[in-house]
């Protein structure tokens, strides 16, 4: 997101939103690095619902979550800067292996060409991390049909099961609170 430039009257409280506002444009990430965080995502979304891709027949939803969902990605003050997806299965939690599905999901992409070398497992997503101080977790999920509302389920390697979230949910959430303030 892009801070709106303005233009305020001579009041402590103008000057105060200018200063603000200089601030923001400052810790933003450039445009074009997020352009470039969008387009690798996009890739990567493209690799996971391509026809080599285990993945495929679950109609995989890619989506960023996070600080990439709500606008507010920052330039990092020290080190690489950090972006979160969702891969999204179409199937219920109930018939998948939490441990399975990110197992198999960093398999994939260690044993990708391009990734592989990029490629690391967390608790519970898999990282990829660019040369250029950027890496994506992608975490791999599975609908909560039992919760609705967005709600999915994630695998935890430290509990060997599932764990609920709801970036959607969250997404929702801030942009109304947004609303509510403004």
């Known amino acids: 997101m892009v801070a709106i430039s303005a233009s305020f009257a001579d009041t402590f409280s103008g000057r105060l939103d200018e200063v603000l506002y ?15 965080a969008e387009r690798r995502y996009r890739a990567v979304g493209t690799l996971l619902e391509s026809e080599g891709s285990p993945f495929r027949l679950e109609r995989p939803a890619i989506y960023p979550q996070g600080s990439m969902a709500l ?16 891969m999204e299965l179409s199937r219920g939690y109930l018939q998948v292996n939490p441990m399975g599905l990110l197992l198999e999901l960093y398999r994939f992409l260690k044993e ?3 990734y592989g070398p990029m490629t690391t497992l967390k608790n519970r997503c898999v990282r990829i991390e660019y040369a250029n101080a950027f890496y994506m977790d992608i975490l791999p999920a599975c609908r909560n049909d039992n919760a609705g509302n967005g709600c999915i389920k994630v695998p935890d390697r430290k509990v060997q099961g599932w764990r609920d979230s709801n970036p959607r949910g969250y997404t929702r959430a801030f942009y109304q609170a947004c609303r509510y303030y403004l």
């Open 22 to 36: 200089d601030i923001c444009e400052e810790v933003q990430l450039p445009e074009s690095r997020h352009n470039e």
């Open 71 to 86: 606008g507010t990605t920052v330039k990092p003050v020290n080190g690489p800067h950090d972006l979160d997806f969702v």
């Open 112 to 114: 990708h060409g391009t």
